[in-house]
């Protein structure tokens, strides 16, 4: 489970050891972080990162093939997620140590930079494989952040972009060894710790208003 | 005229050895084309090419003046072209290995993906230079798959963009020379094969909702 | 004070020798320089540039803390300057010779085409640093012409780009030595000035209808 924990002005949000999908105690635990990182004060950012192979999977879809009734509900918490992520009023920054796919890269596209590993692991969207149309709300998030080329490519063509990949294509900011990733992330967003607060806050709120009122869209959340 | 023939998973259209420009028969031969594809079954991808110094040079000027009166109708069957195409539940390249301009490198821009013969040839749009305003339609179209620099640079100055240009600038997604062009879009078009179907129809239209918008609005095209 | 002087069918627009900030007078030259542009006749293109130390520093934040009862009518001719020279009917050209901050970035923004000085100063969007939130129509704005990254980055970091890095991250179309910059500028501008016309102002209008929209939105201009 997610786990939270601070180096002087940056706090640390580890997503877990294993594939870090988006099990509804999962997204409730970095809800509970993204408050505590919320409500704190003073100079302040956030990295997420992760142990192991995975930065996360994404949607956790053995709970919802169980779930299928709470099937919009489990989509409307997931866009919530995104939203409080895109929005959060301090700097936020990805290292991304392992394989990032579909929900997971999302998640990651919704940090202000992201920092990859560079020797291995992917970032994937998936969807058009494994047959999962992206809602309206996840294509504005991914088409916010990325070229339109770059979005059309990932998106249409499910391809897997490895750490130099994915910056030469500018979907994450730059790629490190391993060793230096966790390191990188946290000397950027301690950087930046002084940028928190309201006016960060409401310049990302309204930088991605449209995505946003689709990502917090609660009545058809599907399209 | 168009011509359209199957190589194992891979439809080819051929869009002539002319300037290829879009005449009504040209639009609706196009448009059997695209249905013949859709309607298929399993496993396919298309390509689309031509023969000569032409890719195609767009709206069909002759045939407008001489019937003015048609020209809202007109635009009106070029929008949805567009938007059938950027949205066709299968993958889609053109092989560009002569002139792209104006509609012709609209249509162009509909596609997944682009490849363009390096050593002759340009994609243009000429349109500020002929005295022809982009309809918003036609404008979302481009905006939409180029940077909003190249976009820019590429609809306020007329630039011909050769296709070492257009590669850099990320109109084209590569360049290569004119023996390998069309071995090249087959090769890519039958890795996506597999992609065909519902899900990345879906895809399509919920990247390009506004633009499809804009595009099937019959009642006010020229803007 | 802002200067008008024309060479040939170029019209240079020199904005000033101090800080260039955008009081009230200022900013009422600058839009009788713009008129005067627009009610020319013929082939013409405009350049914008400055002397000394800054191309412009923006918002006049002295006279806003004079006039605080004036912050929404002050704003709302910041946007319609911005308005009018997004959709200026000719080519517009900024010579950045010195620093570019805030508003003035902006203003740089709204023209077709960026020159910028290579070894000194820098463009910059200090508003999270300052504690100013970007009104919607400038955050349109900016996110309008620079790709999503970019955009990011600049509005939540206020990174200093110095030329080469902000020609790299596609900011401003190509970095000289300070020597050549007016004449490239002129050149540039003088390459373009036959586009003049009702045909440019239609398609940069139908390219920012929904920047133009917000810019021009008298009544919540602050958001």
């Known amino acids: 489970m997610p786990t939270l924990d601070r180096q002087d002005a940056v706090f640390v949000l580890d997503l877990g050891d294993g594939e870090n999908r ?8 970095v809800n509970a972080a993204l408050g505590e990182v919320e409500k704190a004060e003073g100079p302040r950012a956030l990295v997420t990162a992760a142990t192991g192979k995975f930065y996360s999977n994404g949607l956790d879809l053995d709970w919802l093939a169980a779930h299928s009734d709470d099937r919009q509900d489990y989509v409307t918490a997931v866009h919530a997620l995104f939203a409080r992520l895109l929005s959060l009023p301090v ?23 992201r920092l990859m590993r560079a020797d291995r692991g992917f970032w994937c969207l998936p969807e058009a494989d494994i047959d999962i149309p992206f809602t309206p709300g996840m294509s504005a998030l991914i088409q916010s952040r990325l070229t339109p080329r770059t979005a059309h490519h990932a998106m249409v063509s499910a391809r897997r972009f490895g750490g130099q990949e994915a910056a030469a294509a500018g979907i994450v900011d730059q790629a490190t060894d391993e060793a230096t990733l966790r390191t990188a992330a946290l000397e950027l967003a301690r950087t930046h710790a002084g940028k928190a607060g309201d006016t960060l806050g409401t310049i990302k709120t309204r930088m991605y208003a449209p995505v946003l009122t689709l990502l917090r869209d609660t009545t058809n959340p599907l399209g």
Chains 1, 2, 3 share one sequence.
Request: glycine share 6%; charged share 5%.
């Open 91 to 113: 700097i936020t920054v990805a290292a991304l140590q392992g394989h990032t796919f579909a929900a997971g890269a999302m998640f990651s596209l919704a940090h202000d930079f």
């Open 22 to 29: 988006f099990h509804p105690d999962w997204i409730a635990s």
